[in-house]
Structure formats: structure tokens, C-alpha cells
């Protein structure tokens, strides 16, 4: 079997499967819907080393143990929020992080199936003389 011929094979049975009626199922589009709140999050610690960055990540987590608090837990992800802001300030000793931002959750919304029209090209073959 030629190239030619296994490719126009492909292509009726392409054809035929949509003939048939098997179809693609319906896909769930994904929406993200925010809270009209405002949530905060706070966070401190004492020390000298390497403290900033945990107090970042303690004070994320202080956010979302709030946005689900007030919320529910679809709410509670710091990375899925909007208009995110994270601060920290040091003092001599101490390292304090305020997380604010408003939070949002995924809705997932059902989307009628698009058909896409195949078009197969009859293709003929050659004469051979």
C-alpha cells in the first residue's frame, strides 16, 4: 500500500466516524468568580537569618485560613485571588507581612459541544495503462 493510498484510507475512515455519529463530549469551561470582600492576612516573627521568606508564606497561609473562615473553602487560595498585595517590613529584629486581596473562586460552566464539519475529498486513483 502506496502512501498515497494509506492517507486517503485515514481520511474515509475520519469521514465515516463522523457519518456514524460519534461526536466530542460536551467541554466545561472554567470561570472565575470573585467575593465583593476584601480579606487580610497578617503575620510576624522575631529573628535575625532567613526570616522574611517565612513570614511571607505565614502570612499567605493567615490569608487563606481567613478567606475560608468568611468565605468557604472554594475561596481560600492565595494564587487563584485578585489584586494580590504582599508587604513586609523589618524592624531591628522583627519581620512583619500584611496579605491582602480579594478572593475568587472556579466555576466550572457547561458548554454545548461544537461539531466541526469534515470535509473528505474523494480522491481517485491514477489509471494505470
Not at 500500500?1 to 475520519?14: G, N, Q, S
Not at 469551561?29 to 522574611?52: N, P, Y
Request: hydrophobic letters at 45%.
Amino acid at each position: 500500500m502506496t502512501f498515497k493510498m494509506m492517507l486517503a484510507a485515514v481520511a474515509i475512515a475520519a469521514g465515516s466516524m463522523m457519518v456514524l455519529g460519534t461526536s466530542a463530549p460536551a467541554e466545561a469551561a472554567t470561570v472565575r468568580a470573585c467575593a465583593k470582600i476584601t480579606v487580610q492576612g497578617f503575620a510576624e516573627k522575631k529573628g535575625l537569618a532567613g526570616t522574611e521568606k517565612k513570614v511571607r508564606v505565614a502570612a499567605i497561609a493567615s490569608w487563606e485560613t481567613q478567606a475560608r473562615a468568611n468565605l468557604g473553602l472554594g475561596y481560600d487560595s492565595w494564587a487563584l485571588s485578585s489584586g494580590q498585595s504582599l508587604s513586609c517590613k523589618r524592624s531591628v529584629i522583627t519581620v512583619r507581612c500584611l496579605a491582602i486581596s480579594t478572593p475568587c473562586t472556579v466555576l466550572k460552566v457547561a458548554v454545548k459541544p461544537v461539531y466541526k464539519k469534515v470535509i473528505v475529498k474523494k480522491i481517485y486513483k491514477k489509471k494505470r495503462t
